[in-house]
């Protein structure tokens, strides 16, 4: 098993820009989850889905769009980048709601 | 509103050196407290999860311990690869997947 992958590891992004972050595990799990980690600051929730088609807010949804169209992938969409973006992000699964696994994290600039 | 808080911030302990790390948290019905690892550049690693006061889990050279109002992480004589970053989380029963996690102790064990 691969566990959590998540694409890219390393993104540069000018303000305004539009992306998606990938995020897919092969571990059959109905939670999934999106975090920010910013120094000094725990992990942050930003969207998390419970099951396919279910989706919901966290901590700091605001810039961000998920959806969840199959159980395997769970992408985040940044519609207009800020420089308050700038941050690693990491996508999180569990099976039970629980433990989660967490992928590389990718490490977002956005100048 | 759902606080964790971790100290120390971060900790530097000779080889063998026993210590302590401390979880603090305030929420409205505490559902699962959870600790994991998380090394430089990397996604954290599961570690334990306590459900009561009282409760105690242990890995290795590792003991989570857990009352009504904190959780310690316990490191009986240390090895430098135990040296990462230690994290926090709190889950509430009313919030389902809102974990709230704390900003982490670093730890680094010299040899």
């Known amino acids: 098993n691969a566990g959590v992958t998540q694409t890219p590891k390393f993104q540069v992004l000018k303000t305004g820009q539009s992306m998606t972050l990938q995020c897919a595990q092969d571990m059959n799990h109905e939670y999934m989850s999106w975090y920010r980690q910013d120094p000094g600051m725990g992990l942050r929730l930003i969207h998390y889905?419970?099951?396919?088609?279910?989706?919901d807010q966290g901590e700091v949804p605001n810039g961000y769009n998920v959806s969840r169209s199959t159980t395997e992938d769970f992408p985040l969409r940044l519609l207009s980048a800020a420089p308050s973006q700038t941050s690693v992000y990491f996508c999180?699964?569990?099976?039970?709601?629980?433990?989660?696994?967490f992928g590389p994290g990718t490490r977002l600039t956005v100048l | 509103e759902d606080q964790v808080t971790q100290s120390p911030e971060a900790l530097r302990l000779q080889e063998g050196e026993s210590s302590s790390l401390n979880c603090s948290y305030t929420v409205s019905g505490l559902r699962g407290l959870f600790w994991y690892r998380q090394d430089p550049g990397k996604g954290p690693e599961f570690l334990f999860t306590l459900y009561s006061a009282g409760e105690e889990k242990e890995k290795e050279r590792l003991k989570a311990t857990l009352t009504k109002k904190e959780s310690f992480l316990h490191i009986t004589a240390p090895k430098p690869e135990d040296s990462a970053t230690y994290l926090c989380a709190v889950q509430a029963r009313n919030y389902g997947q809102n974990f709230v996690f704390g900003p982490g102790t670093r730890l680094s064990v010299l040899p």
């Open positions: 889905s419970v099951g396919a088609g279910i989706t």
């Open positions: 999180a699964s569990s099976s039970q709601g629980d433990e989660q696994f």
